[in-house]
């Protein structure tokens, strides 16, 4: 493996908060790098707030949802998702969002990866956990409509990229990070499919 070497990160001149939303808050950040060159960036405002994306394994299936995704204007499908909320850690927090997406909890969460999101625009985390063991238990959750539950095969995990409503970058690199685990966990559940 290549070394790489390691850069002087540029100096922040000024930030200013220059848009709010509801949601967000869009900074501009000025920077001077370390060779005089100066640039203006925008971003949205730090958060320590990070979330959570489930892999629900149950026999030999992994369980999907459907739901609205409002910046492409179409229903995407994809592994249950959403925040941490104040004083949980990714685990629980991928327990709660189990029972709120899916109806299941999980005795077994296995924290598989820790992704950045367009770090060039966001600080946020998305914690990848793989959920083993599951069990029926509903808890209400805050989204507008009942979410369609979708059971694919394991042994066909990775035709999920060639499905047309599979596209969103985060669940591609959670269902690479889940066929790793599985290769190295379960290599039985995963077969050439066909």
């Known amino acids: 493996m290549t070394e790489l070497k390691a850069l002087k990160k540029p100096n922040i001149l000024n930030i200013d908060n220059i848009a709010r939303s509801r949601l967000f808050q869009i900074q501009s950040v000025n920077l001077e790098f370390s060779n005089g060159e100066k640039r203006v960036y925008e971003r949205m405002k730090p958060a320590n707030r990070e979330a959570v994306m489930i892999v629900p394994i149950i026999n030999d299936s992994i369980i999907l949802i459907r739901e609205y ?4 204007e179409s229903y995407d ?5 959403g925040a941490i909320d104040p004083g949980e850690n990714a ?17 077994s969460l296995i924290e598989i990866a820790k992704l950045s999101m367009a770090p060039s625009y966001f600080s ?3 914690n990848i956990v793989i959920a083993h ?4 238990e509903q808890l209400i959750g805050d989204e507008p409509e009942p979410l369609v539950q979708i059971r694919w095969p394991i042994s066909k995990m ?6 047309p409503d599979f596209t969103e970058a985060r669940n ?16 039985n559940m995963l077969t050439i499919s066909k």
Do not use: C, W
Request: hydrophobic content about 45%.
């Open 69 to 72: 995704a409002v910046g492409i």
């Open 77 to 81: 499908f994809g592994f249950p998702k």
């Open 91 to 107: 685990l629980e927090a991928a327990n709660r969002e189990l029972k709120e997406e899916i109806g299941y909890g999980a005795r």
């Open 124 to 126: 946020s985390k998305m």
């Open 133 to 136: 063991d599951l069990y029926p």
């Open 158 to 163: 990775m035709d999920l990229l060639e499905h």
């Open 172 to 187: 591609v690199s959670a269902l690479f990070l889940a066929q790793r685990y599985l290769q190295q966990t379960a290599p």
